[in-house]
């Protein structure tokens, strides 16, 4: 072998080994840059500008901020609404307390001598009861107060007697009559909140 095949040899082994060690440089760029991309959150445009989309991330927090607006919304609401439950079970709950208490007081003052009705002892009942009354009306409690001769109604009206007849059979012409479906008398006072009735009406019909 000559000396210049030699040469030749050596300087061609040292270009393949130099093309060996651009083309590992190249590669070791190349994953560096992908990795540089994935952990930054870039796109592959995003990564090709080297540049983050920050009007995207912005508009993404802007909708997660609405979303989280709206749920704590939300929130509000259904405790709003169930603590105005709270106070409209407890209420009623009181009132359905007072309303017996009440019906002592009335049924008391519908008994008064009239020669008593200006006592003093009677003013002070009759205080009391007003008070009472007022109360209820502060609460939005109306009263349910059917007259004599008035249809009866059974949202609003609850019959403790239904017989035509005042006696004590049940086999004598006059229980054979028709029903009217009309109150003969008024036994208690009923109420109400709104339009729900928390204590009907007493009464007898005919």
Request: charged share 35%.
């Amino acid at each position: 072998m000559t000396k210049q095949t030699k040469e030749k040899e050596e300087l061609e082994k040292d270009i393949a080994e130099k093309e060996k060690i651009e083309e590992a440089v190249d590669v070791e760029n190349e994953v560096a840059e992908d990795l540089s991309a994935d952990e930054a959150g870039l796109s592959a445009d995003e990564a090709e500008n080297g540049e983050p989309d920050f009007e995207k991330q912005a508009q993404e927090n802007l909708e997660g901020w609405k979303r989280t607006q709206a749920d704590f919304e939300n929130y509000k609401k259904m405790q709003a609404e169930s603590q105005k439950d709270l106070l409209k079970y407890a209420t009623q709950n009181i009132i359905l307390q007072i309303i017996p208490v009440l019906d002592n007081f009335q049924m008391s003052t519908a008994h008064v001598p009239e020669d008593q009705k200006e006592g003093g002892w009677v003013t002070g009942i009759m205080y009391i009861q007003k008070q009472l009354e007022t109360v209820l009306a502060e609460n939005g409690v109306d009263e349910i107060a059917p007259k004599v001769g008035d249809n009866f109604d059974p949202v609003f009206h609850e019959a403790i007697a239904d017989k035509a007849c005042g006696c004590d059979h049940c086999d004598c012409e006059k229980d054979k009559e028709k029903f009217k479906n009309k109150i003969k008398t008024v036994m208690m006072k009923g109420y109400k909140i709104g339009d729900k009735v928390i204590r009907p009406a007493r009464v007898v019909a005919e």
